[in-house]
């Protein structure tokens, strides 16, 4: 299957950053001088016309982003919707027969570890990312767009490590140096090394509100750093999240999770009193969210609102163009900090983020994924000078400080893999062609859809992908007061979840490895010949899903 590239041509206004601005072209090529001093009102006229239709080409012309459309969010929820009403999908029976065949023929060897591996490991695999139906399968190479099994299977990868893999698999550029580097110092002294400082001023050059940058382990630690300095530095409690949303496994932060509304549903082994100030709205309802501010600031105040911006779970609920200007006019009213987690929005959406893409500048921002370009320990936050010198680090006293560390925190080897994949980054323009990649999917994706009138939803944040066959992050409920059907919706969420695995063990099978059978990261290596694959083998897949009738 192959498709006419999708992406919009560039405007000749976006062939430079130091491009002079359209509204001065035309003072300069529609006027005289004298025409300016006699029709001064009408020149300004003009002016406020040429401006306000600049703005509205802004978003199709900005560089070195992934998104070159913002999708259409109403139309978004609105086929979810439809889809949420219909009965849970269901693949052939047949064809699943055949899939599991696949896996108990072609992938022994990757059976016979993880049969091994239950003996050591809990569940065998130590990623909460692995795909488990009908077993893990054991990857032995990585490069570019493909992985490949311990049996020699070849794979076309948008599970991308879970994001941090813009520039394709095992990189040479980055990986050489990181080589080089190792051969020379190690991977982690415990000391300064000059890394630390070019990723931070790496940093600090794409996304000015990171006035100063701390890096840490994981983007959990991150956000557990954010909440920290943001209660110290407010002398305040509570933080809001936005439903369903990620932000890492701490104990403050497993509430609200996946699933708008199910507040401490998952925090198991985690005392209430760990989250009694963590408190969630759902995404898109700002009226919620100024209520719960307001009532907070009768209980002591906010914190913290801390944002996925472009909606929970990468997107994949995703939020109105407009809503993070709206959480930030709303933060400032009830003065409270908002934290932008661009864990994996950084590097993918583009290097100035998605607080660049939206125009926004939060106080604090979480870092993980492709600030250490794909290899170990990824991590850190950064923000406003005057609330990141409360994390400052060493043997000192007096001032009151936020604590953080890790003994591998900021190493060498990742704060150079880091400050190389960063400017490779930029060298590439890997998140627009990450992005045209993954519009070229989306597209490709809707067409099949619609082709085989399926009620599946395809759409995407330029290199972040979503296809919603079942729709499991979509179920409503609101604990406690949804607790007396608590088992009716455990049940439609078994169901649910069952045909996310049987539609992935089904990619899986045909050669595509995916987030949980729900999301793709396109990268630098995904060529239009790859995706043109990738859609071929998609289309096989979903042609096995049960016929029904969808529409009346």
């Known amino acids: 299957m192959r498709l006419k590239n999708t992406h919009p041509r560039r405007s000749k206004f976006q062939a430079s950053r130091n491009s002079v601005s359209p509204c001065l072209l035309t003072i300069e090529k ?6 300016w001093r006699t029709n001064f009102p009408e020149v300004i006229q003009r002016l ?4 306000s239709s600049f703005e509205n080409l802004r978003e199709d012309t900005m560089s070195g982003y992934s998104i070159s459309n913002y999708h259409d969010t109403a139309d978004i ?14 693949l052939k029976a047949d064809s699943l027969q055949k899939y599991l065949e696949h896996f108990e023929q072609r992938c022994a060897k990757s059976k016979e570890m993880i049969t091994e591996a239950r003996q050591y490991i809990p569940g065998g695999v130590q990623h909460n990312l692995a795909f488990n139906y009908p077993f893990p399968i054991v990857i032995d190479r990585a490069e570019g767009a493909y992985l490949w099994d311990i049996d020699g299977n070849r794979y076309i990868d948008f599970l991308q490590a879970g994001g941090p893999i813009i520039l394709g698999n095992n990189y040479a550029p980055v990986r050489e140096k990181v080589i080089q580097l190792i051969n020379e ?3 982690v002294t415990g000391l300064f090394s000059e890394f630390e400082l070019k990723l931070a001023r790496e940093i600090n050059k794409h996304l000015p509100a990171v006035e100063m940058f701390r890096m840490l382990g994981s983007g959990t630690e991150s956000v557990m750093a954010a909440l920290r300095l943001a209660r110290l530095a407010t002398k305040k409690k509570k933080v809001i999240k936005m439903g369903g949303a990620y932000h890492g496994w701490s104990d403050q932060m497993v509430y609200g999770l996946h699933i708008p509304g199910t507040g401490g549903f998952e925090a198991h082994g985690i005392p209430k009193g760990s989250r ?8 898109n309802n700002i009226e919620k969210l100024r ?15 801390i944002v996925e911006p472009v909606g929970p779970e990468s997107g994949t609920r995703p939020v109105d163009k407009e809503h993070n200007k709206q959480i930030r006019e709303l933060c400032d009213q009830y003065d409270a900090l908002l934290i932008f987690d661009e864990v994996v929005t950084f590097g993918r959406i583009g290097l100035g983020g998605a607080q660049g893409y939206f125009g926004i500048k939060p106080d604090l921002t979480t870092f993980g994924k492709i600030v250490a370009g794909g290899y170990p320990a990824a991590g850190g936050l950064g923000g406003r000078r005057d609330l990141m010198e409360h994390l400052a680090a060493g043997i000192a006293g007096g001032k009151k400080r936020a604590y953080v560390g890790g003994t591998l925190a900021a190493n060498p080897l990742s704060s150079a893999a880091g400050y190389f994949a960063i400017q490779e980054i930029e ?6 062609i990450a992005g045209r990649a993954g519009d070229r999917l989306t597209k490709g994706l809707e067409e099949i859809i619609e082709d085989l009138k399926l009620p599946f939803i395809a759409y995407n944040q330029g290199a972040i992908c979503h296809l919603e066959t079942s729709g499991a992050m979509f179920i409503k409920i609101s604990l406690p007061k949804d ?6 919706i455990l049940k439609e969420i078994k169901a649910r979840q069952h045909f996310m695995e049987e539609i992935g063990a089904a990619y899986m099978a045909e050669g595509i490895v995916t987030l949980a059978g729900s999301r793709m990261y396109t990268s630098l290596a995904d060529t239009d010949e790859v995706i043109d694959d990738a859609l071929a083998r998609f289309q096989r897949a979903l042609q096995n899903v049960e016929p029904q009738s969808y529409y009346s």
Do not use: W
């Not at 929820?77 to 269901?90: A, F, G, N, S, T």
């Not at 060298?427 to 627009?432: D, K, S, V």
């Open 291 to 305: 209520k719960k501010l307001s009532r907070n600031r009768l209980r002591g105040g906010t914190a913290a609102v």
């Open 483 to 488: 607790v007396i059907r608590i088992k009716s």
């Open 77 to 90: 929820y609105r086929k979810i919707e439809h889809m949420m009403e219909l009965p849970v999908q269901k």
């Open 427 to 432: 060298r590439t323009n890997a998140c627009e």
């Open 48 to 51: 406020i016309h040429q401006t």
């Open 30 to 35: 529609g006027f005289d001088h004298k025409h």
């Open 276 to 283: 009694q100030h963590s408190q969630e709205v759902y995404p």
């Open 185 to 187: 110092r190690g991977p």
